[in-house]
Protein backbone atom coordinates (compact mmCIF):
# COMPACT_ATOMS: atom_id res chain seq x y z
CA UNK A 1 0.00 0.00 0.00
CA UNK A 2 0.97 3.43 -0.14
CA UNK A 3 3.06 4.81 2.59
CA UNK A 4 4.27 8.65 3.47
CA UNK A 5 7.69 9.44 4.76
CA UNK A 6 7.57 11.74 7.32
CA UNK A 7 11.04 13.98 8.24
CA UNK A 8 12.60 14.49 10.54
CA UNK A 9 11.38 12.13 13.06
CA UNK A 10 11.84 14.63 15.69
CA UNK A 11 13.24 18.36 15.79
CA UNK A 12 14.79 20.30 19.43
CA UNK A 13 14.88 24.11 18.48
CA UNK A 14 14.98 26.91 19.87
CA UNK A 15 11.79 29.41 20.80
CA UNK A 16 11.60 31.68 18.09
CA UNK A 17 13.26 29.57 15.68
CA UNK A 18 11.49 28.32 12.18
CA UNK A 19 10.50 24.89 11.52
CA UNK A 20 10.34 22.82 8.52
CA UNK A 21 9.31 19.33 7.85
CA UNK A 22 8.47 17.04 4.77
CA UNK A 23 6.73 14.08 3.90
CA UNK A 24 7.33 12.03 0.87
CA UNK A 25 6.31 9.37 -1.32
CA UNK A 26 6.87 7.04 -4.39
CA UNK A 27 2.42 7.45 -5.03
CA UNK A 28 0.90 10.76 -6.29
CA UNK A 29 -1.71 12.05 -3.91
CA UNK A 30 -4.59 13.92 -4.66
CA UNK A 31 -4.74 15.96 -1.37
CA UNK A 32 -2.35 16.57 1.34
CA UNK A 33 -3.65 17.32 4.86
CA UNK A 34 -1.07 18.43 7.86
CA UNK A 35 -2.67 17.51 11.39
CA UNK A 36 -0.86 18.78 15.48
CA UNK A 37 -1.27 15.96 18.22
CA UNK A 38 -0.63 17.39 21.73
CA UNK A 39 -0.26 14.77 24.56
CA UNK A 40 -3.21 13.21 25.56
CA UNK A 41 -5.28 14.51 22.63
CA UNK A 42 -6.52 13.97 19.17
CA UNK A 43 -5.11 15.21 15.67
CA UNK A 44 -6.05 18.79 15.14
CA UNK A 45 -6.24 19.57 11.42
CA UNK A 46 -4.05 22.54 10.62
CA UNK A 47 -3.93 22.67 6.80
CA UNK A 48 -5.38 20.82 3.65
CA UNK A 49 -3.87 21.29 0.47
CA UNK A 50 -5.99 19.94 -2.82
CA UNK A 51 -3.71 21.30 -6.37
CA UNK A 52 -0.34 20.94 -6.91
CA UNK A 53 1.75 23.72 -6.32
CA UNK A 54 -1.05 25.39 -4.08
CA UNK A 55 0.49 27.29 -1.00
CA UNK A 56 -1.71 27.88 2.35
CA UNK A 57 -1.10 29.49 5.43
CA UNK A 58 -2.70 29.17 8.66
CA UNK A 59 -1.12 32.03 10.90
CA UNK A 60 2.38 31.30 11.30
CA UNK A 61 1.94 27.96 9.50
CA UNK A 62 2.53 27.27 5.85
CA UNK A 63 2.21 24.63 4.03
CA UNK A 64 2.78 23.48 0.30
CA UNK A 65 1.57 20.65 -2.19
CA UNK A 66 4.70 19.70 -4.51
CA UNK A 67 4.66 20.39 -7.49
CA UNK A 68 5.34 16.36 -8.79
CA UNK A 69 2.29 15.99 -6.34
CA UNK A 70 4.51 13.29 -4.41
CA UNK A 71 4.84 15.46 -1.51
CA UNK A 72 4.14 18.56 0.62
CA UNK A 73 6.02 20.71 3.37
CA UNK A 74 4.68 22.30 6.28
CA UNK A 75 6.58 25.19 7.91
CA UNK A 76 6.27 27.29 11.00
CA UNK A 77 8.06 30.09 11.40
CA UNK A 78 8.76 32.09 14.68
CA UNK A 79 7.89 29.16 17.12
CA UNK A 80 6.74 29.57 20.42
CA UNK A 81 6.41 27.02 23.02
CA UNK A 82 2.88 26.35 22.46
CA UNK A 83 3.98 25.08 18.80
CA UNK A 84 5.47 21.46 21.07
CA UNK A 85 3.53 18.83 19.84
CA UNK A 86 3.91 15.91 17.12
CA UNK A 87 2.76 16.60 13.74
CA UNK A 88 1.54 14.32 11.13
CA UNK A 89 1.08 14.72 7.53
CA UNK A 90 -1.62 12.96 5.69
CA UNK A 91 -2.28 11.84 2.08
CA UNK A 92 -5.36 11.15 -0.08
CA UNK A 93 -4.82 9.38 -3.37
CA UNK A 94 -7.79 8.68 -4.83
CA UNK A 95 -9.48 11.40 -6.95
CA UNK A 96 -13.19 9.92 -6.39
CA UNK A 97 -14.71 8.92 -3.49
CA UNK A 98 -14.86 5.16 -3.86
CA UNK A 99 -18.01 3.91 -1.73
CA UNK A 100 -17.80 7.16 0.18
CA UNK A 101 -14.38 5.93 1.98
CA UNK A 102 -12.26 8.78 2.00
CA UNK A 103 -9.21 6.78 3.11
CA UNK A 104 -6.10 8.66 4.18
CA UNK A 105 -2.56 7.16 5.31
CA UNK A 106 -0.51 8.90 7.55
CA UNK A 107 3.24 9.70 8.20
CA UNK A 108 4.61 8.78 10.98
CA UNK A 109 5.00 12.06 12.57
CA UNK A 110 7.55 14.84 13.76
CA UNK A 111 8.07 15.37 17.09
CA UNK A 112 8.19 19.19 17.99
CA UNK A 113 10.17 20.24 21.07
CA UNK A 114 10.70 23.66 21.66
CA UNK A 115 13.96 25.02 24.17
CA UNK A 116 12.40 28.32 25.89
CA UNK B 1 -13.61 22.76 20.78
CA UNK B 2 -13.67 19.83 19.39
CA UNK B 3 -17.15 18.83 17.70
CA UNK B 4 -16.06 14.88 18.10
CA UNK B 5 -16.14 13.81 21.24
CA UNK B 6 -15.02 10.31 22.79
CA UNK B 7 -16.12 8.02 25.91
CA UNK B 8 -14.43 7.37 27.99
CA UNK B 9 -10.99 8.57 27.98
CA UNK B 10 -9.02 5.94 29.85
CA UNK B 11 -10.03 2.32 29.94
CA UNK B 12 -8.43 -0.57 31.61
CA UNK B 13 -9.73 -4.08 31.17
CA UNK B 14 -8.52 -7.47 31.41
CA UNK B 15 -8.35 -9.96 28.63
CA UNK B 16 -11.31 -11.55 29.74
CA UNK B 17 -13.80 -8.72 30.52
CA UNK B 18 -16.17 -6.65 27.38
CA UNK B 19 -16.30 -3.37 27.07
CA UNK B 20 -17.18 -0.23 24.55
CA UNK B 21 -16.37 2.85 23.11
CA UNK B 22 -18.21 5.84 22.22
CA UNK B 23 -17.73 8.50 19.80
CA UNK B 24 -20.13 10.96 18.89
CA UNK B 25 -20.06 13.75 16.21
CA UNK B 26 -21.55 16.90 16.47
CA UNK B 27 -20.81 18.31 13.08
CA UNK B 28 -23.36 17.38 11.06
CA UNK B 29 -20.94 14.76 9.06
CA UNK B 30 -22.17 11.83 6.93
CA UNK B 31 -18.72 9.59 7.25
CA UNK B 32 -17.17 8.60 11.03
CA UNK B 33 -14.18 6.08 11.44
CA UNK B 34 -12.23 4.21 13.84
CA UNK B 35 -8.33 4.81 14.09
CA UNK B 36 -5.27 2.67 16.40
CA UNK B 37 -2.87 4.57 17.05
CA UNK B 38 0.25 2.50 18.86
CA UNK B 39 3.63 4.12 20.07
CA UNK B 40 5.89 4.75 17.12
CA UNK B 41 3.54 3.36 14.35
CA UNK B 42 1.20 5.52 11.58
CA UNK B 43 -2.30 5.76 12.53
CA UNK B 44 -4.02 2.17 11.20
CA UNK B 45 -7.31 3.16 9.60
CA UNK B 46 -9.76 0.33 11.71
CA UNK B 47 -13.04 0.58 10.00
CA UNK B 48 -15.42 3.50 7.70
CA UNK B 49 -18.79 3.83 8.02
CA UNK B 50 -20.68 5.93 5.30
CA UNK B 51 -24.32 6.75 5.85
CA UNK B 52 -24.25 4.43 8.74
CA UNK B 53 -23.23 1.64 6.26
CA UNK B 54 -19.93 -0.25 6.87
CA UNK B 55 -17.53 0.54 3.67
CA UNK B 56 -14.25 -0.03 5.23
CA UNK B 57 -12.85 -3.18 7.64
CA UNK B 58 -9.25 -2.98 7.54
CA UNK B 59 -8.72 -7.01 8.26
CA UNK B 60 -9.51 -5.55 11.48
CA UNK B 61 -9.60 -8.99 14.55
CA UNK B 62 -13.09 -9.91 15.48
CA UNK B 63 -12.52 -8.86 19.14
CA UNK B 64 -13.13 -5.58 17.67
CA UNK B 65 -16.35 -5.13 16.36
CA UNK B 66 -18.14 -1.59 15.62
CA UNK B 67 -21.61 -0.37 15.40
CA UNK B 68 -22.97 2.85 14.02
CA UNK B 69 -26.53 2.92 14.99
CA UNK B 70 -26.93 6.62 13.27
CA UNK B 71 -24.56 9.37 11.66
CA UNK B 72 -23.91 10.75 14.50
CA UNK B 73 -23.02 7.98 16.86
CA UNK B 74 -20.57 5.24 16.31
CA UNK B 75 -19.53 2.15 18.59
CA UNK B 76 -16.24 -0.37 18.79
CA UNK B 77 -17.51 -3.38 20.95
CA UNK B 78 -14.18 -4.74 22.86
CA UNK B 79 -14.12 -8.20 24.12
CA UNK B 80 -11.60 -11.15 24.84
CA UNK B 81 -8.68 -8.47 23.70
CA UNK B 82 -4.77 -9.11 23.89
CA UNK B 83 -2.35 -6.59 25.82
CA UNK B 84 -1.08 -6.18 22.25
CA UNK B 85 -4.66 -3.94 21.61
CA UNK B 86 -2.93 -1.54 24.07
CA UNK B 87 -3.48 1.75 22.29
CA UNK B 88 -5.28 5.30 21.80
CA UNK B 89 -8.55 4.57 19.93
CA UNK B 90 -9.49 7.71 17.88
CA UNK B 91 -12.98 8.13 16.66
CA UNK B 92 -13.21 10.67 13.53
CA UNK B 93 -15.66 12.04 10.81
CA UNK B 94 -15.72 14.13 7.45
CA UNK B 95 -18.25 15.15 5.19
CA UNK B 96 -18.53 12.87 2.50
CA UNK B 97 -19.33 15.33 -0.26
CA UNK B 98 -17.39 16.64 -3.77
CA UNK B 99 -13.30 16.39 -3.30
CA UNK B 100 -12.71 17.33 0.30
CA UNK B 101 -11.17 14.81 2.72
CA UNK B 102 -10.92 16.83 5.57
CA UNK B 103 -11.30 14.72 9.00
CA UNK B 104 -11.99 15.93 12.50
CA UNK B 105 -10.52 13.47 15.14
CA UNK B 106 -11.85 12.95 18.63
CA UNK B 107 -9.52 13.33 21.84
CA UNK B 108 -9.69 9.52 21.76
CA UNK B 109 -9.79 6.48 24.41
CA UNK B 110 -6.21 5.28 25.90
CA UNK B 111 -6.87 1.56 26.36
CA UNK B 112 -5.02 -0.63 28.36
CA UNK B 113 -5.68 -4.27 28.51
CA UNK B 114 -3.88 -6.36 31.39
Known amino acids: GQQLNQSPQSMFIQEGEDVSMNCTSSSIFNTWLWYKQEPGEGPVLLIALYKAGELTSNGRLTAQFGITRKDSFLNISASIPSDVGIYFC????????????????FGQGTRLTINP | ETGVTQTPRHLVMGMTNKKSLKCEQH?????MYWYKQSAKKPLELMFV???????ENNSVPSRFSPECPNSSHLFLHLHTLQPEDSALYLC?????????????FGPGTRLTVT
Open chain 2, 92 to 104: ASSQVAGETYEQY
Open chain 2, 27 to 31: LGHNA
Open chain 2, 49 to 55: YNFKEQT
Open chain 1, 90 to 105: AGQTSPLIIQGAQKLV
